[in-house]
Nanobody, 115 residues
Framework: QVQLVESGGGLVQPGGSLRLSCAAS?????????VAWYRQAPGKQRELVAT???????HYTDSVKGRFTISRDNNKNTVSLQMNNLNPEDTGLYYCNIPGQTNPWGQGTQVTVTS
């Protein structure tokens, strides 16, 4: 079964930066799959943040465009999310997963932006 482990979250001040990492295991031919980052704030539903395809084509939700960058290293089976100019609205539990599949959600990594 596919396992996805998120890391890199933390507590930062507004305007700060974090780099999240998603490590995948139990999957062959990782490079052919689209991978997505999601986040969920308390009391709100999980939302899509960014996606990256097998050809490195990236898409972002409007609220993070110009601030977040998603990338992947297929040799290491990892996907990263570089987050710059963070604001309190970015606070939430961040997950990675593969759209179109029913893999279990990982533990996520907490991002808290506060002064």
């Amino acid at each position: 079964q596919v396992q996805l482990v998120e890391s890199g979250g933390g507590l930062v001040q507004p305007g700060g930066s974090l780099r999240l990492s998603c490590a995948a295991s139990g999957i062959r031919f990782f490079s052919i799959y689209q991978v997505a980052w999601y986040r969920q704030a308390p009391g709100k539903q999980r939302e899509l943040v960014a996606t990256i395809g097998h050809s490195d084509t990236s898409h972002y939700t409007d609220s993070v465009k110009g601030r977040f960058t998603i990338s992947r290293d297929n040799n290491k089976n990892t996907v990263s999310l570089q987050m710059n100019n963070l604001n309190p609205e970015d606070t939430g539990l961040y997950y990675c997963n593969i759209p179109g599949q029913t893999n279990p959600w990982g533990q996520g990594t907490q991002v808290t932006v506060t002064s």
